[in-house]
């Protein structure tokens, strides 16, 4: 009741506003649009026909009508900020009319695919801080004629762009000693960019096929996810490559370098993070195909190739798995290297000590001032040295006794055993022939006594 009377009196004051502020534009229409954080996210709407042609449109979170449907994607920041600030970032461009299990079924962490409020949610959303290259999150929200798709950062080809701005399909050249391009040849592709087209398996935007039907825009929006982990997992093999050439022609100063930047234990770590998301894949896409295997606009090419999705995966964790092996061989022999310069600094450390032994036990001998100790004769120094000599020479004996004693009693206690054993031997040996010489005593009667 105090909330009613609460809402009524919001009510109330809101009225009153409006009726003395006519001018003014109404709070009711202008707040459920209000943007607190503008500029934060960045937005992309489309809507498709039907027929291969796709438009640009306003962010009004409409659905499409007949053969439209319309594609609305939002891309959070790759930031420090936290998972109820993402949240909050997805309320600000989605609600109205999204509710708010509708968004935290899109931001949350972890693998999900199911309904939610009438519509298909499917996420592959893997934890870790937003600001790191390992941690990606993908989720849609699909219904019959609208699609609306979550990503963390820029994942590439996602979107669609007008055709005829590929770099792919230029002709390529190269630049001369002088550093200019050859006449009549086409564009000259720097080593930077190829270095980064290398690391694509994939085409770019400009050459995506338009989505004719919103079965086709999912395969889409999975098939991008997975290029985009592909994409990592090759750069992380064009690194690991280059880091085992640097190992083979590097010395001490790089090897000490790595160890000391942890370089090979971080990457493990981006590593396992890496195949969580793609265990997270293996466990959604799989539901997906399920779930839209009974939809009546989603056609059976498109099932298809999410199955061949889903086995891309499956490959494509197997990669990272010996990627993972070959990290921790280098890791094993970074340690075994460190291990070695230890052992050869503690045998330099040793080898001085022994060097050094005998100095210090001529300057400690020379340098004992015997005067006023007991047992040491003071009106004749030269016995009282002597003595000193005898003591410290009882007291190696004993110590040596002391090194010796564990050996000679473990001789000892095995010549005790051989003997215990020989003994046993005998005796039983002996009493096996008299056992024997019995029962051809007693065959001879004719019956063996049982």
Known sequence: MELAHEGSNVDGEIEERERLNPGEPSFRESHGYRHHFP??????AYIFDGYGKYYIKEWNLTEGIGNEFSWYHVELPKGSQKLAQSAQYLIDVLCPPLKLQDILSLVSNGPFCGYVD??????VNSPGPASS????????????????????????????????????SEIPSVENHRGEPKEGSGIVIREHVLEFLLTMNHSEEADNPVPKSLSNLVVHIVDTHVDH??????????????????????????????????????MHLNLQRLLQVISYGEQVFPRVKERCS???????????????????????????????????????GLDSWQAEQINRKLYYLSFLSIALLPLS??????????????WTLQEEPKDGFRN?????VAMLVLVLLCFLCPAAYSRIAAWQRRRAMRRSWSLNRKSFLKRSVGVQVQGRGGYLRL
């Not at 009438?118 to 996420?123: N, P, Q, S």
């Not at 009974?294 to 990669?319: C, P, Q």
């Not at 400690?364 to 006023?372: D, R, Y």
Request: charged share 25%; with cysteine.
């Open 118 to 123: 009438g519509a298909l949610v499917f996420r």
């Open 294 to 332: 009974s939809k009546h606009w989603f056609s059976s090419d498109d099932i298809n190739a999410l199955e061949e999705l889903t086995g891309r995966l499956r490959r494509l964790k197997e990669n990272v798995g010996f990627i993972t092996n070959r990290v921790t061989a280098i890791q094993a």
């Open 39 to 44: 500029g934060m996210v960045r937005k992309k």
């Open 229 to 266: 982990l592909q994409d990592v997992v090759t750069k992380l093999e064009i690194e690991l490559d280059s880091v085992e050439l640097e190992l083979d022609k590097g010395g001490f100063a790089l090897k000490k370098q790595m160890l000391e930047e942890r370089r090979f234990p971080k």
């Open 133 to 168: 290259n390992f941690t990606f999150r993908i989720a849609a929200r699909i219904t019959d004629n609208s699609v609306i798709t979550v990503s963390l950062g820029r994942v590439p080809r996602l979107g669609f762009s007008p055709i005829g701005q590929s770099l792919l």
């Open 361 to 374: 036990i001529i300057t400690g001998v020379f340098g004992m001032n015997v005067g006023g100790v007991p």
């Open 388 to 392: 000193v000599v005898f003591l410290c």
